[in-house]
């Protein structure tokens, strides 16, 4: 019988949450008032960094919300370099703006864009006209896109008209199951998984994931604080690993797609 999983001895990295507190949207649960009771949550999950975008409604359409999301994220660096690794947030929509922010965030050190969310943001689908002066810049500079998944289709153009830049895609059991999401896997070697939210709904499917994917592309994510971090660690940590394969999930890769494999 397989034992309940202990923290591992290095610092477990969460590849994709958002910093949001009580204020910022209509949780249904009670989430943390301030950035210390959030972070605080973190780690005591095991959790020593976090990366993640704010998203807030329709600010995909609006240059000034969608340089309040990027300020956003920046603010809470500022406060909290230890715990907090920003995602640049852009938009098809603006695409001028979204890349003028790519290159700010690039010049301050950081290298993630996202998650992006097209739902949250007010456009239908990634794959547009303005898509492409985006992806091409991430992949120039090789900074790693993460995506809430919109539908297959939409993904698997993307991700074939862009074979230079890498794409995160977020939970993986999502509204077309895990099945599809790992043919797109198989198909194109820029894409990755984070296991936040949904990723690791079923027993068996991050040890599915790894057989066909290979460990060191899926990252490990919570969607924190509006799914339970410590639940994620513990999934991980009971999957039918090895101690590699864990170890690439909960820390290194995210390192290696930022090119910081010493950041921590």
């Not at 999502?174 to 198909?187: M, V």
């Not at 990723?199 to 040890?207: P, V, Y």
Request: glycine share 10%; charged share 20%.
């Amino acid at each position: 019988m397989k034992n309940f999983p202990v923290l591992p001895d290095y610092p477990v990295i969460d590849a994709h949450m958002h910093p949001y507190l009580s204020g910022d949207r209509n949780f249904a649960f009670k989430v943390p008032d301030d950035f210390s009771g959030f972070f605080a949550v973190q780690q005591a999950a095991g959790i020593k960094l976090s990366c993640g975008s704010f998203n807030q409604a329709d600010g995909g359409k609006d240059p000034e919300k969608l340089q309040q999301c990027n300020q956003r994220v920046l603010a809470v660096r500022q406060q909290h370099p230890e715990s907090f690794y920003p995602g640049v947030n852009v938009s098809p929509l603006l695409p001028e703006l979204s890349c003028s922010l790519i290159e700010d965030f690039y010049r301050q050190g950081f290298r993630w864009i996202g998650e992006l969310a097209w739902y949250v943001m007010g456009y239908e689908k990634y794959f547009l006209p303005g898509m492409k002066m985006i992806c091409d810049l991430a992949g120039s500079l090789d900074m790693p896109v993460n995506l809430h998944p919109s539908s297959l289709e939409d993904l698997d153009e993307l991700l074939g008209a862009f074979p230079r830049t890498r794409f995160v895609i977020a939970h993986p059991e999502g509204p077309y199951g895990i099945s599809g999401t790992y043919q797109l896997a198989r198909k194109h070697d820029n894409m990755f998984l984070d296991l936040s939210g949904s990723g690791l709904f079923r027993m068996g499917m991050l040890r599915r994931g790894v057989d066909i994917m290979g460990s060191e592309r899926i990252l490990f994510g919570t969607d924190y604080p509006i799914c339970n971090p410590a639940m994620n660690v513990a999934g991980v940590l009971f999957e039918d690993l090895n101690a590699v394969e864990k170890k690439n999930i909960l820390h290194d890769n995210f390192l290696n797609l930022i090119g910081s494999p010493q950041l921590l």
